[in-house]
C-alpha cells in the first residue's frame, strides 16, 4: 500500500473513530436504550448535572453507559437509603434494605457494583444501630455528595440532611 493510500485510510479511520465516538456520548441521552427500567426524572437530572457530563464525557467511550446507569440506580439508591435511616431515627423501627432499581439491560460490572452497596447497607443495618448506617451514608465518594431530594433543594446533599 502506498503512503497516500496508507495516510489516506488510518484518516477515514480517525474520522471513523471519532465519529462513534461522539455519537456514543450522543446516544446517552434521556431516551437511551442504556436508561430503559430507570427513572425518567432521575436520568434527567444526572445527566443534567455538569460534572457528571464531565466525568462521562473523559470516561472511554465502552464504559460511559455504565457510569451512567450506575450514577442513576446509586442515586436512587442513596435517597431510598437516607429516607430509611431518617425512618429509622424516627420510629426507632430497624428498616429492610432498600431494593436496586436496575436498568433492564445493565453493562457489565452493573450488578456486582450494586450488590456490594446492598452488602454494605446490609451490614450496617444488622449492626442494630442506625449510627452505623449514617456513617455509610456520608463516606466520601458514596452518598454523601448526592441531592437529597431535588424537589425540595438542588443543592441539599445527603451530608447536608444528616449533619442537622
Partial sequence: MSSVARVSWLLALAVLIAGCGY?????LGPNSSAFEGLPADVVAERLGDPVLKGVL???PTGSRAGMAQLNVSSTVFCRDVLRAERRWVTTGEQPDVPGVVSPA??????DAFMDSWVE???EAIDSGDPAVLREWLVLTGGCRDVVADPSLSATRTVADVLAQ
Avoid at 23 to 27: F, I, V
Avoid at 105 to 110: D, I, K, L, Q, S
Fill in 120 to 122: 454494605m447497607v446490609r
Fill in 23 to 27: 455519537g456514543q456520548e450522543g446516544d
Fill in 57 to 59: 464525557r473523559d470516561e
Fill in 105 to 110: 439491560n445493565p453493562e457489565p460490572g452493573f
